[in-house]
């Protein structure tokens, strides 16, 4: 049996922003980004809520600290990162679970055919959709 070929990952992490960017690989890089953002939130927000165990007051005291413009408009980034992942998030589902925009197999004989002109525009779709989620949740947000 052939022995299978080992490519070396030379650039490591730096394979993540590395390269031409077009949009699908823009798409790529915000998914992991706002994926690790999330997850660091989540574990911000155990410590945080955590002060409830120490009592009322260190409690009003942390709440007291996390408040304020800042600790809102950073709030609404957060909802942003979790839109965007939701939404991209829900485009590769159905791309890579059902097979969506992915087109029939074929031959790879010249001249060859893309699946882009279907995937592009469920990407520009999903994010019209992030988009209008996002101007709605700022309403929401920014009414008291
Ligand atoms: C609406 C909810 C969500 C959806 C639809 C979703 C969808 C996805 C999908 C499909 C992937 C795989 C991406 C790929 O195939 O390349 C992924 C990766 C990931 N997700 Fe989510 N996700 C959601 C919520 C979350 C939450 C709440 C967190 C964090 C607590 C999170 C953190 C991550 C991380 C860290 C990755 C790995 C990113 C990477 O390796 O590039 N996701 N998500």
Do not use: C, D
């Not at 660091?40 to 709440?63: C, K």
């Amino acid at each position: 049996m052939a022995k299978p070929v080992q490519y070396n990952n030379r650039l490591g992490m730096k394979g993540w922003w590395g390269g031409r960017y077009g949009l699908e690989r823009w798409a790529y890089f915000l998914h992991r980004l706002t994926g690790l953002v999330i997850v660091l939130y989540l574990i911000l927000h155990i410590f945080v809520t955590s002060a409830r165990v120490f009592g009322p007051e260190a409690w009003e005291a942390t709440m007291g600290a996390v408040g304020g413009p800042v600790f809102r408009f950073l709030e609404y980034l957060l909802i942003a990162a979790i839109t965007y992942h939701g939404f991209n998030g829900l485009r590769l589902i159905f791309i890579e679970w059902f097979g969506w925009s992915l087109g029939r197999p074929r031959r790879p004989i010249y001249p060859y055919v893309t699946s882009l002109h279907h995937q592009r525009p469920l990407l520009i779709g999903m994010m019209i959709l992030a988009f209008l989620f996002l101007v709605f949740s700022a309403w929401g947000f920014l009414t008291p």
